[in-house]
């Protein structure tokens, strides 16, 4: 059973990756540098971890304090974390040339985290038996938006690191704001929906998909544009 749960956990994470092997196909990283990246990822999990568990669980009571909590304990925290690897990562890595590889590491570094954090959600659906669909709905949502947060800071990385040297510290930033904005608002409209009425939760959910679906389209975008950009 549990090597099923695991395999459930990790499934998504595989696809994603070779997703993004195959579009790095003209100059691919070593492997060992990705599977460095991934284990980078399980490392950002486990600082945010370490950093939020003093603070507890904050109560979600209205959507205000469900974007609060997706936010503070979500967005700004993990995604910071996730940074704060890629910069460890890439800084003596000499095979750091082009700026999609700054998408490569940075959705790697997301799959990791993404997989340390499935398998402990799938986990706390083992004693009910709800893990199966745990690992359903996290392989259709949870997984890829990890996927798609690193996409877009390692954009904004690349182009800080290959990009206008004058507009180095604005990436930067942006390499952490554009994705703690969308994780956060990501975690904030389904942290809020179990305080809304039916109906409105109902209207939100569509939202939801709709945004969800915007991210994607994003991300492969962005994906395209470096790919398409020799540094």
């Not at 925290?77 to 460890?88: C, I, N, Q, V």
């Not at 359903?136 to 990890?146: D, Q």
């Not at 942290?191 to 492969?220: C, D, H, Q």
């Amino acid at each position: 059973m549990i090597w099923s749960l695991v395999a459930a956990a990790l499934a998504p994470v595989i696809l994603l990756f070779i997703y993004i092997l195959i579009k790095d196909m003209r100059q691919p990283e070593p492997l060992v540098w990705l599977l460095k990246a991934l284990c980078y990822g399980v490392i950002s999990a486990l600082l945010v971890i370490i950093v939020m568990s003093p603070f507890g669980e904050m109560e979600v009571t209205s959507w205000v304090t469900g974007f609060l909590k997706a936010f503070v304990q979500a967005g700004i925290p993990e995604e910071s974390a996730k940074l704060l690897m890629l910069w460890l990562l890439l800084r003596k890595n000499p095979y750091y040339d082009e700026r999609l590889d700054g998408i490569v590491y940075a959705s790697c570094i997301g799959l990791g985290f993404a997989g340390f954090e499935n398998i402990g959600y799938l986990m706390q659906g083992l004693e009910d038996g709800s893990w199966i669909s745990i690992g359903v709905s996290r392989a259709l949502f949870a997984v890829p938006g990890h996927f798609f947060f690193g996409v877009v800071m390692g954009f904004f990385y690349g182009l800080a690191t290959f990009g206008d040297p004058a507009k180095r510290k604005r990436n930067m930033f942006l390499a952490w704001f554009m994705p703690m904005m969308a994780h956060g608002l990501y975690d904030g409209v389904l942290m809020s929906m179990g305080a809304m009425p039916e109906y409105v939760a109902g209207i939100t959910m569509i939202v939801f998909l709709w945004g969800f679906n915007k991210l994607r389209k994003y991300s492969v975008k962005l994906i395209s544009k470096h790919q398409n950009e020799i540094v």
